[in-house]
């Protein structure tokens, strides 16, 4: 437990000198905080984050970048059980999608980040993700005539921390789903969602209220619980944090959006479809202290479990994954 305050504690200071002070550990220094950037077309800033997201230079041996894990053909996620880091490493958790990711308010599994652009940070210097420094980043951006000409088009300035921040947010920002069947047939299309899809939705709406977690336009309330995956976990989640009680075994409750693309499934991908996702859910889980009380057994037919399926795959945006002139590097 006290490795992962000092953990934590670590991930805090970083993001907080490295965006808003002058930064150093024998790097040249940045001074962030009296940055003012130039007004300019927002899509130079997109361009410039959707370079750096795929560019594989990001990492210490330029073997991996933002891209590696979250794969937009999977809807930015690597189909891994856990994700996999520098040197092959394996990771503690699931890869999250991307999807509408800039509607949340906060980030990773145990929501211990509250900002898209400092999130950025995390991956870059977690020695079993980048293991690397962002202003040895910077360093390498600075050799390449490519990135200083979009650099100085989309900020007025030279490669910096705040520059590669905020240009990647700016980049996921636009990484919006939202024309799937479900959303179609709320536009008015009496046809997008087949028989078998209405029954689900009705299901989901009205019999299991699965709203109670995943609710609103992204089909999640962006909160975090224990939804009785394990009795004992070995990921202790949130706590390591709060430091609370109350928050152990905490995780975030994810988007359903695209989740016919997303397996595995929960925080340590340890449900591999969707079917056993549902039974999960209706065996009520594991008897953890802090499982929410939303989780509770409940009886659904064969049919019915084909139905549900039926309609969260309706939650499928094929346009979102096929932008290429967006997402491809």
């Not at 999960?280 to 009886?299: C, R």
């Not at 064969?302 to 549900?308: A, F, H, M, R, V």
Request: overall charge neutral; proline content about 3%; charged content about 20%.
């Amino acid at each position: 437990m006290f490795k992962g305050k000092l953990r934590v504690a670590g991930f805090l200071l970083i993001i907080l000198l490295v965006l808003f002070t002058n930064f150093s550990l024998g790097f040249k220094q940045y001074n962030i905080s009296s940055y003012s950037p130039n007004e300019s077309d927002k899509s130079s800033k997109i361009e410039l984050g959707r370079k750096l997201f795929f560019d594989k230079m990001m990492s210490r041996d330029s073997s991996l970048s933002c891209a590696s894990c979250h794969n937009p053909q999977f809807a930015f996620t690597d189909r891994k059980v856990k994700g996999i880091g520098i040197r092959g490493q394996e990771l503690e958790r699931n890869t999250p999608t991307l999807s509408n990711i800039s509607n949340s308010d906060k980030f990773l599994w145990d929501g211990v980040n509250p900002s898209l652009v400092a999130q950025v940070m995390i991956p870059i210097h977690e020695t079993n993700e980048f293991d690397f420094h962002i202003n040895l980043i910077v360093e390498r951006m600075k050799k390449d005539s490519a990135y200083l000409r979009l650099c100085n088009e989309a900020y007025g300035s030279d490669p910096n921390a705040f520059v590669i921040t905020h240009s990647i947010a700016e980049f996921e920002s636009i990484l919006l789903s939202y024309n799937s069947p479900y959303d179609n047939f709320l536009k008015g299309d009496s046809n997008a969602l087949t028989k078998s899809q209405l029954n689900g939705k009705d299901i989901f709406f009205n019999v299991l209220k699965c709203t109670k977690c995943h609710s609103g336009i992204d089909f999640t309330t962006y909160g975090l619980a224990n939804n009785g995956l394990y009795e004992n976990y070995i990921d202790s989640g949130r706590i390591r944090l709060t430091y609370k009680e109350s928050d152990r075994a905490i995780f975030k409750i994810p988007t359903l959006r695209n989740i016919e693309l997303t397996f595995p499934y929960m925080h340590d991908g340890s449900i591999s479809n969707l079917e056993d996702v549902i039974s999960h859910y209706s065996n009520g889980g594991e008897n953890h202290q802090n499982k929410s009380e939303f989780i509770t057994p409940f009886t659904i037919t064969i049919d019915e479990k084909k139905d549900l399926i039926n309609f969260l795959k309706s939650l499928t945006d094929t346009s979102f994954i096929n932008k290429h002139s967006i997402f491809n590097n």
